[in-house]
């Protein structure tokens, strides 16, 4: 839907908190930054992996989907999620949905797959910053040590009391997303703030 | 917590799962062909072994696969994990291991050159002087700064202390000791322990927040502390907590829990290895026991600095961990600026929860001294031997000023030996072992007279110690009389083992310690030092070495042998006598549990009622149950039992350990959730409006939604009846975004549906919508909503609010563990579509102003239909629903264009009187209609025929989930409760909902005969009248029937009638 109302104002789950977010960030003076990276295209896959749509469909994305439990792979500006072993989500910039599920469907042809346009069911969060770690490890159960979640690896989980989908960006200062139901944004905004407090 | 390993993802917490029950029993074949016994043995009668178990379970908050698990039921453990459809593979049942390596610890590290040092009854030593504002203190020596002196408040008289005091040392340094009097009697107690098994001061903090029910020996002095003493139970601050508190999880290959001696060499043996390392221990310092008897303290700063120094350990300092969980989870709390006072910035937390799960666990936890039972032995001044001596060392602190010394082994002679050096007179050392041996000898060439053979038969002394009898033991003749101001006193040593015991390890009783000490354990821990019953130095700091090597040996790391240092020859040991109860003739109460006040008159009463278990008589005295869980008293309990029995002890054992091993505040353990956090809130795209307009919202699930606008000073009746003729007069609008959206897509889409839902969905048209129902297999409602097909191989399904992360559960238990075949997907979209309910008759004309593309007139776009369209703009997928009886539209669009469709279709209602309405008015309309809620009007026992709702259920379907069960005989039988509804026959008079209904006019006696209850019930601006919808016995041949119903003290006469209520013809669907 990311393309229907380019006339119409468009508002993100967390518009209302860009403003708390954007202060916690410059009181922290460095220590944690928080931003929304509103309305980024998300489109879910699901295929067989070993099945002949998988290659098909990463050769038309330039993008092998990966295999591997909880890890990313990144080309340019798309990177695709392990969700499940026949499940991956595909992010990649505003608005590029239509064509996304379009490359999916032609490649993979005959075979069955399903692709869903995702992108208003969850958003994303940008954690950053040398307290980056430390602030999600008061509400995720995960070790989030470089050793354990270093780039490349991304987890469903928890955060607070509320789901999540964690990546680990590339370089380790890079920091982590935090993709989060639209419906919990708000709380889980709210919950990040209230644990940055020691570093704001 | 457990730690289950998901076949796909890996290890992860319990709480990312949700059990399914038991593996391997699959859905029959052909259900029409089972009896009704074979059918109720797949539906209700699943296996309940004690061991492994094979069993179900989903990683819900993760990948959202099914697995199999085998669990041993008897001890959580998880033998193995594998992917639904794979054979139960084989398990062996996993063995408790030993605490400590079945080989001797290897070679002892080396030590430096052996020499005699420390202060151990440096005999002839000058007596150090005394600070002249507290009189108690000496002028040097302990670990209290004396450069920084602090101001508090006891018992409202001020007091000077120092920083590195506890309360209780700066109380003994004024020469208080008596810090309460006793729950039970009255009697006055005083300061027993230095650490957290003080049984006696426990104190209430007043100032700067009132905290009740303190050890005094655990609080740290600060300046302007306000304290007072207890009549053994404190008193709840009224005043709402200002601090804040929170909780971190954190991961190591090594967590060392005390940092005495065996706990300070495991972590420098494993620190510089590169392991993550957790070292967390009680106090404000490291150094343990070592603290109180002030030895090889060099060392231990020198421990402390390095450890801090690399990057990879963390020291948990003034950390208690309180809670030994599954899978090596321990939860631990860090009291982070309690020690502050006033001076506590605001920013940072209280405490704090380390949530930690680490792959190995060395237990250091050290030992707490065993008091004795004797007669008056509860008089303030009598303390335990080795907590004398650290309020000596550690604080510089005389606990009194002429000492006996009452003991059964050798540990309270270097106690006694610290006090003379520091200028305590030492009166006696009262011996119960016939030949004490070097230590005996050692005292008395320092001057102390050595009593062998005695014991203590009695005291005296109201605030304080005054006179102690002696006698040769189990005797009554030849008594002497001590003045003393304090009575040392030893019964010998208990492991600290209640972590271990929390962690399932077992424990077993050590004779030549004369208590418990840990024996196996099935998770991968260690027990080092005194918690394992080392008393000797050397062999202590050896054992925690050698178990912080091998602990991350284990985990593939190389381990560098520490310094560790010389420790002084001591004498030779003699082994200790084991006493509970002593022997004398007096009266007097022999105390065991100071805290609760028990006796031993009251253990014997105990066993003369024929209680035969610690645990009983802990239940039947108290013994043990007060916040300082018996940690003196314990194991003396256990020991006077075995005694009354003539039982040995190691038969009897131990009552259990468990968490937590101090108190812990619930502000504590709930952190920041609490307030607006304590539960996650959802919230539509729409919610600001909402929330603009006046809304007043109602929580279904975790979502917020408008339950009704009221306007200018309306109350709740007033603004529902406006909605209600909104609706179904005007127009009206609704955000219905939150009901649950799911994308069924592939090529066996409606394969699956039709399996699930209760009517036929794969004859639905594409373009058109149809109301469905999903039963459980027993044949119950389990949920409604409207199925859309968008294509030949996609549909989305919508659920209601509350439910819809179990139907997709649902979907994706049938399809991952029974239909592996079917070629389906299913997604959450709940989030991706914003949808607008546009309600009345003039709906459709605010449609077709917005949308004038869409061909709106009834034969373009008629009922149960769906469209996509462009509306105010917007792209949106239109349907044609109706959940009020009206003219109906449902606009779907994205929900970052929500709030614009929003204001255009409330801006395009304006002139026809557009009215913004909430859950209640729709749940008023539906019900006029007779549409059931699920989980309001039905409880799980309601099948759809219960609803009267026949015609959702499919003749022509083979089999879909719940019809077998709709053929049994319960469920035919005639007098099942129905939904019908009801009028009260006075059409003002309100039922709430809940209320019974009953045949007759009178009450008859108990057992009274109930028909049923009131599900739903409302004020109808369109009826006119109040009205309710009920579940009745047979209500359906009861229509017209009088029934009676039970409100306060009348019985309202009330009228049987259809459900449906409003519009039965269904003429106004159409507008």
Known sequence: MAETALTVPLRSPLSHVADRLAAATRTSAGAIRLAELPFLTQINVRLDAKGAAAEAVGLALDLPLPLQPNTVVRAGELTALWLGPDEWLLVGSPGGGRDLESRIREAAGDEPVSVTDVSAQRTTLLVTGPRARDLLAHGCPLDLHPRAFGAGRSAQTTLGRTQIVLVARDEPRAGFWVLVRSSFAGYLADWLLDAATEYI | MLLIPCPWCGPRDEAEFHYGGQAHVPYPQAPAALTDEEWARYLFFRDNPKGPFAERWSHAAGCRRWFNAVRDTSTNEILAVYRAGEERPETLERRAVPARPRPASPARPAFEDEAPSGPIGAPGAEPPARDTTQPYRLSTGGRVDRSAPLTFTFDGTEYQGFRGDTLASALLANGVIQAGTSIKFGRPRGVFSAGVEEPNAVVQIEAPFPEPMLPATTV???????????????????????????????????????????????????????????????????????????????????????????????????????????????????????????????????????????????????????????????????????????????????????????????????????????????????????????????????????????????????????????????????????????????????????????????????????????????????????????????????????????????????????????????????????????????????????????????????????????????????????????????????????????????????????????????????????????????????????????????????????????????????????????????????????????????????????????????????????????????????????????????????????????????????????????RVHCTSVTEQWATVALVGPRSREVLGALAPRLAVSNDDFPFMAWRESTVAGIEARVCRISFSGELAYEINVSPWAARALWEAVYEAGAPYGITPYGTETMHVLRAEKGYPIIGQDTDGTVTPQDLGMSWVVSKKKPDFIGKRSHARADTARPDRKHLVGLLPEDPGTFLPEGTHLVADSVLPAPPVPMLGHVTSSYRSATLGRTFALALIKGGRERIGERLYAPVGDHLVPVTVASPVLYDPEGARRDG
């Open chain 2, 220 to 822: 740290e002095l600060y300046d302007g502390l306000v304290a007072s003493s207890l009549p053994g139970q404190g008193r709840l601050a009224t005043e709402p907590d200002p601090a804040r508190y929170d909780a971190v999880h954190a991961h190591c290959d090594l967590l060392v829990v005390g940092a005495g001696p065996a706990g300070l060499a495991a972590a420098a043996a494993a620190a510089r290895s590169g392991a993550r390392v957790i070292l967390a221990d009680d106090r404000p310092e490291l150094g343990g026991s070592l603290l109180g008897t002030g030895e090889l303290l060099d060392w231990v700063d020198e421990s402390g600095e390095q450890l801090d120094a690399v990057p990879e350990v963390r020291v948990l300092r003034r950390t208690t961990v309180f809670g030994y969980y599954d899978d090596n989870h321990l939860l631990a709390v860090e009291r982070r600026t309690n020690h502050l006072g006033a001076e506590a910035p605001e920013k940072v937390s209280r405490e704090r929860v380390w949530r930690i799960r680490a792959r190995r666990v060395v237990l250091a936890t050290g030992a707490h001294e065993r008091s004795l039972a004797f007669a008056d032995n509860d008089r303030p001044g009598v303390m335990l031997a080795a907590s004398a001596r650290a309020y000596v060392n550690r604080h510089g602190v005389l606990p009194g000023r002429h000492a006996v010394v009452f003991t059964t082994n050798d540990s309270a002679y270097a106690a006694a030996l610290d006090l003379a050096a520091a200028g305590v007179d030492v009166t006696a050392i009262v011996d119960t072992r016939p030949e004490p041996g070097q230590w005996a000898d050692r005292a008395r060439a320092a001057g102390i007279e050595v009593l062998s053979g005695h014991a203590v038969t009695g005291t005296q002394g109201d605030a304080r110690l005054t006179t102690v009898t002696v006698a040769p033991y189990g005797e009554a003749i030849a008594q002497r009389e001590f003045a003393a101001d304090l009575l040392l006193v030893s019964g010998g040593w208990n492991p600290v083992a209640h972590l271990f015991s929390q962690a399932g390890g077992k424990l077993r009783h050590d004779a030549a310690l004369g208590s418990f000490v840990p024996d196996t354990c099935r998770q991968a821990v260690e027990v080092v030092g005194s918690a394992r019953g080392a008393l000797d130095l050397a062999a202590t700091l050896a054992q925690g070495a050698a178990a912080g090597a091998r602990a991350v040996e284990a985990e593939g790391y190389t381990a560098e042998a520490p310094r560790l240092p010389a420790v002084a020859a001591q004498p030779r040991q003699t082994p200790p006598l084991h006493v509970y109860v002593v022997p004398g003739a007096s009266d007097a109460p022999r105390f065991v549990d100071l805290q609760r006040d028990v006796t031993v008159d009251d253990l014997a009463r105990a066993t003369g009622a024929g209680m035969r278990s610690v645990e009983h008589t802990k239940r039947y005295t108290t013994a043990g149950t007060a916040n300082d869980q018996g940690k003196t008293s314990g194991v003396l309990a256990s020991g006077i039992v075995a005694e009354l029995l003539g039982v040995d002890i190691s038969a009897l054992g131990t009552t259990t350990f468990r968490p937590p091993y101090t108190p812990v505040s619930f502000a504590t353990l709930a952190g920041r959730d609490r307030g607006a956090l304590h539960d996650p809130v959802r919230t539509t795209a729409l919610h600001d409006w909402h929330v603009a307009h006046g809304a007043l919202f109602e929580n279904v699930g975790q979502w917020k939604r408008p339950w009704y606008y009221p306007q200018d000073g309306e109350d709740m009746e007033a603004a529902v009846l406006r909605e209600c003729r909104a609706a179904r007069e005007g127009v009206a609008l609704m955000d219905a975004s939150t009901l649950g959206k799911i994308d069924v897509q592939g090529p066996d889409a409606a394969v699956l549906l039709d399996r699930l839902y209760t009517n036929m969905m794969s004859t639905l048209k594409v373009g058109m919508i149809r109301y469905g129902v999903m039963c459980r297999p027993d044949g119950m409602v389990f949920d409604d909503g409207t199925v859309i097909r968008l294509a030949q191989d996609r549909y989305l399904v919508t659920t209601t609010t509350g439910n819809a992360a179990a139907v997709l559960d649902w979907m994706e238990e049938w399809l991952q563990t029974e239909w592996p075949e079917l």
